[in-house]
Antibody, heavy 119, light 110 residues
Framework: QVQLVESGGGVVQPGRSLRLSCAAS????????MHWVRQAPGKGLDWVAI????????YYADSVKGRFTISRDNSKKTLYLQMDSLRAEDTAVYFC????????????WGQGTLVTVSS | QSALTQPASVSGSPGQSITISCTGT?????????VSWYQQHPGKAPKLMIY???NRPSGVSNRFSGSKSGDTASLTISGLQAEDEADYYC??????????FGGGTKLTVL
């Protein structure tokens, strides 16, 4: 079965960096576009970024453009999110999400990893 | 990249039907048939309920249906059940090749 397991969350000071990872299993990782979606405590879902199946195309939400970088290593079946210049408003649970093959919807979600930006 | 507009809350009694709206623009909801809906129970990851405006994944009850008119998409739940109580989010593809969510709607089953 499809499994997406995020890691790398924690408490970080404003202005510092953090890298999230998402280990994928149960499917051919290199065939699928992948996303990061976040959810601030008690708030709604907020789309962050997408990377194409081969890493050649990447798009970001305006709120993170220039600060966050999405990447992937298909040989390791792992998705990454490098987060720089973190702000208090980046505090959220970050979900790793698979996009259905050749479709435009999210079909599998990880359980999320909590990032807290606080001094 | 403004969030799609959803009502903050809706409610209904068991057996009744409710509809949740999701309003965007011609650059997202109105421009593409790529609207999807997700159900989220507290502390859980979201679950896909509807994709491509009006398609149900296998395993999702046929009590859930979707539609779209212009810049507004809708999710209808008929025959409300207690387990339907959850938060619901719409999502759309955008002209910029990004994705956008609605603000979410809390469904209360009275």
């Amino acid at each position: 079965q499809v499994q997406l397991v995020e890691s790398g969350g924690g408490v970080v000071q404003p202005g510092r960096s953090l890298r999230l990872s998402c280990a994928a299993s149960g499917f051919t990782f290199s065939d699928y576009a992948m996303h990061w979606v976040r959810q601030a405590p008690g708030k709604g879902l907020d789309w962050v970024a997408i990377i194409s199946y081969d890493g050649s195309n990447k798009y970001y939400a305006d709120s993170v453009k220039g600060r966050f970088t999405i990447s992937r290593d298909n040989s390791k079946k792992t998705l990454y999110l490098q987060m720089d210049s973190l702000r208090a408003e980046d505090t959220a649970v970050y979900f790793c999400v698979r996009e259905m093959y050749n479709k435009i919807y999210f079909d599998n979600w990880g359980q999320g990893t909590l990032v807290t930006v606080s001094s | 990249q403004s969030a799609l507009t959803q009502p903050a809350s809706v409610s209904g009694s068991p057996g009744q039907s409710i509809t949740i709206s999701c309003t965007g623009t011609s650059s997202d909801v109105g421009g593409y048939n790529y609207v999807s809906w997700y159900q989220q129970h507290p502390g859980k990851a979201p679950k896909l309920m509807i994709y491509d405006v009006n398609n149900r994944p296998s395993g999702v009850s046929n009590r859930f249906s979707g539609s779209k008119s212009g810049d507004t998409a809708s999710l209808t739940i008929s025959g409300l059940q207690a387990e339907d109580e959850a938060d619901y989010y719409c999502s759309s593809y955008t002209r910029s090749s990004t994705r956008v969510f609605g603000g979410g709607t809390k469904l209360t089953v009275l």
